[in-house]
Structure formats: structure tokens, C-alpha cells
Nanobody, 124 residues
């Protein structure tokens, strides 16, 4: 059974940076597309970014393009989301999720495995 654990969230000032991690156990991530999603209070969950199993395909929501970067480290079975130039509207609980898929990544899909989330707060 694949288990995902997010970490690295916290409080950061507007304009600052944060890197959050998604560590997997139980199965290798080599066959999985990994997505990052976020949910702010009172809002629906939205897709932020995804990376394909090979790492060769990535996608980003328009709101984060150019500021967020997703990457994966197969040796560590971990996926990262580097977030730069953070804005207050990035405040949310960030979740990673896994979808068994070898082709290009998609944010809309039947992601079957989810982590418990990590809180990111952007505030002065």
C-alpha cells in the first residue's frame, strides 16, 4: 500500500519561498504521476502542479506558473514543490497525491492515494 507524507509547510512572509516535500513509502513512485493540490478555507480543492512518473512531463496551474517548480528524486522516493514569490492567496493546506500513470501528467485524474496535508501560511 502506498503511503504519502507531506512536510515542510509553515509560515512565510509574502514574497518569500518554501519547499514542501512528499515522501512515499510502501511502493516505489516510479510508476506514479504525482500531483500537488491545495485547499484554502471555504474554497474548493484545486490542482497546483503535477509531474509524470519519468519526470519528463510537468504541469502547473496558471496562478503559479513561473513561481512554483515541481521535481522528484527517485532515490529518495520523494517529490518536491519549490514555491517562490509566495502571495497571501497561496495560504492553504497542500496535499500530494499519486496516480498510477506512466504517460504525461494530468491534474484532473483519479488520484487514488493522498497524504494528510501540510499547512502553508503566507502572511506578514
Amino acid at each position: 500500500q502506498l503511503q504519502l507524507v507531506e512536510s515542510g509547510g509553515g509560515l512565510v512572509q509574502p514574497g518569500g519561498s518554501l519547499r514542501i516535500s512528499c515522501a512515499a513509502s510502501g511502493l516505489t513512485l516510479d510508476y506514479y504521476t504525482i500531483g500537488w493540490f491545495r485547499q484554502a478555507p471555504g474554497k474548493e480543492r484545486e490542482g497546483v502542479s503535477c509531474i509524470s512518473a519519468s519526470g519528463g512531463s510537468t504541469n502547473y496551474a496558471d496562478s503559479v506558473k513561473g513561481r512554483f517548480t515541481i521535481s522528484r528524486d527517485s532515490a529518495k522516493n520523494t517529490v518536491y514543490l519549490q514555491m517562490n514569490s509566495l502571495k497571501p492567496d497561496a495560504t492553504a493546506v497542500y496535499y500530494c497525491a499519486a496516480l498510477r500513470r506512466l504517460s504525461s501528467c494530468v491534474l484532473r485524474g483519479p488520484y487514488g492515494y493522498w497524504g494528510q496535508g501540510t499547512q502553508v501560511t503566507v502572511s506578514s
